[in-house]
T-cell receptor
């Protein structure tokens, strides 16, 4: 079964608005990662946040992690049409090397 | 650097045929993975390897075999293809438990 679950499944916004996507997971993790996938392409990593971190920034991206609620959020500020893609969270287990991916959020940014 | 290269990019098989998907990475990563991506199901881990000569089962290993004879290559084999194996296959590699670097994917149709 999938470890991470993204919410919402789809999100449509206007250029310039902020986009927030959420990820919930079920078991203990040592890191959580966010990836982007453009249509027909492979996944590209965005941010990795470790279980002892609460917030991380990278450019227009902000990721938070709440281990007590087993949830994470990805905020994209001042969105652009080029941000249109699917976004996936992936959780790393406390032992082993495998990541488990959620089903993704399809973000559409309208010009 | 080419990163992670997958061949072929597209393939159509008949039920019962066999084939091998090749993944090559030039980043000297220890870990390599094979995922499949199906609509509405996100990415699911088929098999993975934590080093040359090692392989391990993931979430959906049935019907697939893998080999990692060289550190830079990870092969995924389908011995007797079934329509249920129609999917997009992604190879990825990583340093231990860090980011995954993905290939562009192989679109496989089994008729």
């Amino acid at each position: 079964s999938q470890q991470g679950e993204e919410d919402p499944q789809a999100l449509s916004i206007q250029e310039g608005e902020n986009a927030t996507m959420n990820c919930s997971y079920k078991t203990s993790i040592n890191n959580l990662q966010w990836y982007r996938q453009n249509s027909g392409r492979g996944l590209v990593h965005l941010i990795l946040i470790r279980s002892n971190e609460r917030e991380k920034h990278s450019g227009r991206l902000r990721v938070t992690l709440d281990t007590s609620k087993k949830s994470s959020s990805l905020l994209i500020t001042a969105s652009r049409a080029a941000d249109t893609a699917s976004y996936f969270c992936a959780t790393g287990w406390t032992s082993g090397s495998r990541l488990t991916f959620g089903e993704g959020t399809q973000l559409t940014v309208n010009p | 650097n080419a990163g992670v290269t997958q061949t072929p990019k597209f393939r159509v098989l008949k039920t019962g045929q066999s084939m091998t998907l090749l993944c090559a990475q030039d980043m000297n990563h220890e870990y390599m993975y094979w995922y499949r991506q199906d609509p509405g199901m996100g990415l699911r881990l088929i098999h993975y390897s934590v080093g040359e000569g090692t392989t391990a089962k993931g979430e959906v290993p049935d019907g697939y075999n893998v080999s990692r004879l060289k550190k830079q290559n990870f092969l995924l084999g389908l011995e007797s293809a079934a329509p249920s194996q129609t999917s997009v296959y992604f190879c990825a590699s990583s340093y231990f438990s860090g980011f995954l670097y993905f290939g562009a994917g192989t679109r496989l149709s089994v008729l």
